[in-house]
Nanobody, 121 residues
Framework: QVQLVESGGGLVQPGGSLRLSCAAS????????MGWFRQAPGNQRELVAD???????NYADSVKGRFTISRDNAKNTVYLQMNSLKPEDTAVYYC???????????????WGQGTQVTVSS
């Protein structure tokens, strides 16, 4: 079993910053791509950013230049630094990771529980 635990969400004013963290634990042999998704009420879940094991990153156009994704492979942790936040960034943010479990021959995607980010005056 693998668990992803997120932290760092909260309420922030427009223009402010937050840093989200997501730590993976359990029977982990290896982790491939890790990412952040978000879902606002009434909207589909959308990819915010992802990062591959070698460090290559991708960003949604709506956050490019404002958000930075990073990872610490030694800690099995992915981060999302969010700057210049806008009200439209308000959503539940979920991390995920493509994980090869110990003693398993296949990869499986795991999801965190979600953390609320609210950007409001």
């Amino acid at each position: 079993q693998v668990q992803l635990v997120e932290s760092g969400g909260g309420l922030v004013q427009p223009g402010g910053s937050l840093r989200l963290s997501c730590a993976a634990s359990g029977s982990i042999f290896n982790i491939g791509v890790m990412g952040w998704f978000r879902q606002a009420p009434g909207n589909q879940r959308e990819l915010v950013a992802d990062i591959f094991s070698g460090g290559k990153t991708n960003y949604a156009d709506s956050v490019k230049g404002r958000f930075t994704i990073s990872r610490d492979n030694a800690k099995n942790t992915v981060y999302l630094q969010m700057n210049s936040l806008k009200p439209e960034d308000t959503a539940v943010y979920y991390c995920n990771a493509d994980v090869k479990d110990t003693w398993a021959s296949t990869w499986q995607v795991y999801w965190g529980q979600g953390t609320q980010v609210t950007v409001s005056s």
